[in-house]
C-alpha cells in the first residue's frame, strides 16, 4: 500500500536553530516528492519539489531512495516559518499528503 | 484576485440534506482536483479532472459523492444526504498537467 509518515505532529524550536521535519514513503513505483506548506490563516502552497533541487526560504530536502525519506531541513529557523507542513508524494497524478508537522519556532 | 477561488467559504446543513460547492480554477490550468480534509490529517485526495473528463473518481468517498466539470472551467462536489461524518474541509486546487498544484481557501462544512 502507498504511504506518507510524517512521525511528528509538533516540532518546537527556538529561533536560530536547525530544524528537521521527517518524510518516509512507501511506495511501489517511483513518486515525485513534494514540501507543501500552510501559514496560519493562508491556503496551501507549495514550498518545493525534489526535482526542481530549489532552495526556498531556506529550506532544502534531499530523496533519500534507499532509505525512502524526504526529510525537509533548514540551518537557522525564523519565526516566520510556524507554520503546518505536509509531505506528499506525487504518483498517478495524485498527490497523497501524509499527517503534517506543526513547527513552532519561538523567539 | 486570479487564484483558485472556492465557493461559499462557510457551509451549515442539516443531516440528511444536499449540499454543493464549487471551485474556480486558475483560468489556464487544464486539471482540477477535489480534496478532503478532516481534523489533524492531511488533505486526502478525491477525484480529478483534466479539462471536462473525470479521470479518477475511484477514491470518491461514497457513491453520495459527485462531482462535475462540465466545461471543463468551473467544477462542482456535491454530496447527497449529508452525514455527521462527511464534516471536513473539502479543497480545490487546479495545474497544468504534472505541475504545481494551485490550492484554494476550502469550503468548510459543518453537518448538524
Known amino acids: 500500500a502507498q504511504r506518507v509518515t510524517q512521525p511528528e505532529k509538533l516540532l518546537s524550536v527556538f529561533k536560530g536553530a536547525p530544524v528537521e521535519l521527517k518524510c518516509n514513503y512507501s511506495?511501489?513505483?517511483?513518486?515525485?516528492l513534494f514540501w507543501y506548506v500552510q501559514y496560519s490563516r493562508q491556503r496551501l502552497q507549495l514550498l518545493l519539489r525534489?526535482?526542481s533541487r530549489e532552495s526556498i526560504k531556506g529550506f532544502t530536502a534531499d530523496l533519500n531512495k534507499g532509505e525512502t525519506s524526504f526529510h525537509l531541513k533548514k540551518p537557522f529557523a525564523q519565526e516566520e516559518d510556524s507554520a503546518m507542513y505536509y509531505c506528499?508524494?506525487?504518483?498517478?497524478?495524485?498527490?497523497?499528503f501524509g499527517k503534517g508537522t506543526m513547527l513552532l519556532v519561538s523567539p | 484576485d486570479t487564484g483558485v477561488s472556492q465557493d461559499p467559504r462557510h457551509k451549515i446543513t442539516k443531516r440528511g440534506q444536499n449540499v454543493t460547492f464549487r471551485c474556480d480554477p486558475i483560468?489556464?490550468?487544464?486539471?482540477l482536483y477535489w480534496y478532503r480534509q478532516t481534523l489533524g490529517q492531511g488533505p486526502e485526495f478525491l477525484t480529478y479532472?483534466?479539462?471536462?473528463?473525470?479521470?479518477?473518481k475511484s477514491r470518491l468517498l461514497s457513491d453520495r459523492f459527485s462531482a462535475e466539470r462540465p466545461k471543463g472551467s468551473f467544477s462542482t462536489l456535491e454530496i447527497q444526504r449529508t452525514e455527521q461524518g462527511d464534516s471536513a474541509m473539502y479543497l480545490c486546487?487546479?495545474?497544468?498537467?504534472?505541475?504545481?498544484?494551485?490550492f484554494g481557501p476550502g469550503t468548510r462544512l459543518t453537518v448538524l
Open positions: 486546487a487546479s495545474s497544468l498537467i504534472s505541475d504545481e498544484q494551485f
Open positions: 511506495y511501489s513505483g517511483s513518486p515525485e
Open positions: 483560468s489556464e490550468h487544464n486539471r
Open positions: 479532472f483534466q479539462n471536462e473528463a473525470q479521470l479518477e
Open positions: 525534489h526535482i
Open positions: 506528499a508524494p506525487y504518483y498517478s497524478s495524485t498527490l497523497t
